[in-house]
Antibody, heavy 117, light 110 residues
């Protein structure tokens, strides 16, 4: 079964850090570009960042709203995708999804990140 | 704010057809494949259409996608009460160097 499972969400204070993980199964993870997408409460979808595959030198891109604060990485040996989030702000509060946008692969179930004092 | 424009809502009676438009520009829809997603409250988005008009296994053929120029369209025929959900379009934007999504459309079955 093709599956993406996120973990690592929780409550964090403004200025704090959090690391999200996503474990993939059922497909050739190492061949896929992988993305993080978030959805604030009651809002639409917002792309966060992407990491390409080894053949494309693992190049990353980020949304302007998170550039310099968030880092996307991957470990193909563990079929895992990560999102390191630093200097978190209240506006980063959202459900974070692991996905391979543009493909047929299903998205993960999401993990909730709440930034609040 | 969203780069791709969708109508806030569309509605029709059961069994009828609805279409959802997604308007962009040459740097996004005009030059890249479009995907469509279905989302029920409290659940993750589900891929309905990818590469403009391809359906993943599990997507009924009542759902169809098309693209022309800088716009894309999702069609739903034989509308069912279970189709009531939010629908989003998405594609890569070459100028922004990022994935962009539509504003979202709520489908209402009358």
């Amino acid at each position: 079964e093709v599956q993406l499972v996120e973990s690592g969400g929780g409550l964090v204070q403004p200025g704090g850090s959090l690391r999200l993980s996503c474990v993939a199964s059922g497909f050739a993870f190492s061949d896929q570009y992988m993305d993080w997408v978030r959805q604030a409460p009651g809002k639409g979808l917002e792309w966060v960042g992407r990491i390409r595959d080894k053949a494309n030198s693992y190049v990353t891109d980020y949304a302007a709203s998170v550039k310099g604060r968030f880092t996307v990485s991957r470990d193909d040996s563990e079929n895992s995708l990560y999102l390191q989030m630093n200097n978190l702000k209240s506006e980063d509060t959202a459900v974070y999804y692991c996905a391979s946008t543009g493909s047929f692969l299903p998205w993960g179930q999401g993990t909730l990140v709440t930034v609040s004092s | 704010q969203s780069v791709l424009t969708q109508p806030p809502s569309v509605s029709a009676a059961p069994g009828q057809k609805v279409t959802i438009s997604c308007s962009g520009r040459s740097s996004n829809i005009g030059d890249n494949y479009v995907s469509w997603y279905q989302q029920f409250p409290g659940t993750a988005p589900k891929v309905l259409i990818f590469d403009n008009n391809k359906r993943p296994s599990g997507t009924p053929d009542r759902f169809s996608g098309s693209k022309s120029g800088t716009s894309a369209t999702l069609g739903i025929t034989g509308l069912q009460t279970g189709d009531e959900a939010d629908y989003y379009c998405g594609t890569w934007d070459n100028s922004l160097t990022g994935e962009v999504f539509g504003t979202g459309t709520k489908v209402i079955v009358l």
